[in-house]
């Protein structure tokens, strides 16, 4: 239980296209979601909450007109990066909070490697 | 402002070679601290929770402890598949369920 898909896996893209990356909870509905970005040799960092029906809640430093996210259902999570440039290009992993959850475990993707030329 | 360190970067060990991980934490208030491994190229795999003083949970051959400022991850008598980036993150009580991580410890089991 408690798995957690990403598509796609791999993208890569032009400088100034769009990007989008679902993350889906497959058994399980949860109502708060979150998106990390990590850089080679480096940990997650949180760029923002997302959570159900309402609107996303964003990390200091996180422009959230470029990273759209969009969770419009309890399993499921979307990020568009807007106008891609080659500095985008990292590993994005998602994670998943399920509403059964007692301890607040979070639950992750398997990540999107975003590639910019 | 919460902060999570993790000692050591890296670690090579035998096999059969036990060991532990160290995760030191400052928070204004703990709600949880989870280990997650973490396999290249993918996203991190949970592992534990704990969330007091004097708690320990063990899974195989990994064991967590919790104290009121740092956590342990025990490795005993590693195999090669325990190879892989491990992870703390910390939850505090004003976090909304936020984690903020660590930088991890990468452990490297040779046969």
């Known amino acids: 239980g408690a798995v957690v898909s990403q598509h796609p896996s791999r993208v890569i893209c032009k400088s100034g296209t769009s990007v989008k990356i679902e993350c889906r909870s497959l058994d399980f509905q949860a109502t708060t979601m979150f998106w990390y970005r990590q850089f080679p040799k480096q940990s997650l960092m949180l760029m923002a909450t997302?959570?159900?029906?309402?609107?996303?809640?964003?990390e200091q430093g996180v422009e959230k007109d470029k990273f759209l996210i969009n969770h419009a259902s309890l399993t499921l999570s979307t990020l568009t990066v807007t106008s891609a440039h080659p500095e985008d290009s990292s590993f994005y992993i998602c994670s998943a909070r399920p509403d059964w959850a007692t301890y607040n475990e979070q639950f992750f993707g398997p990540g999107t490697r975003l590639t910019v030329l | 402002e919460d902060q999570v360190t993790q000692s050591p970067e890296a670690l090579r060990l035998q096999e059969g070679e036990s060991s532990s991980l160290n995760c030191s934490y400052t928070v204004s208030g703990l709600r949880g601290l989870f280990w997650y491994r973490q396999d290249p190229g993918k996203g991190p795999e949970f592992l534990f929770t704990l969330y007091s003083a004097g708690e320990e949970k063990e899974k195989e051959r990994l064991k967590a402890t919790l104290t009121k400022k740092e956590s342990f991850l025990h490795i005993t008598a590693p195999k090669p598949e325990d190879s892989a980036t491990y992870l703390c993150?910390?939850?505090?009580?004003?976090?909304?369920?936020?984690?903020?991580f660590g930088a991890g410890t990468q452990v490297v089991v040779t046969p």
């Open positions: 997302s959570n159900e029906g309402s609107k996303a809640t964003y």
């Open positions: 993150a910390v939850q505090a009580d004003d976090s909304w369920g936020k984690l903020q």
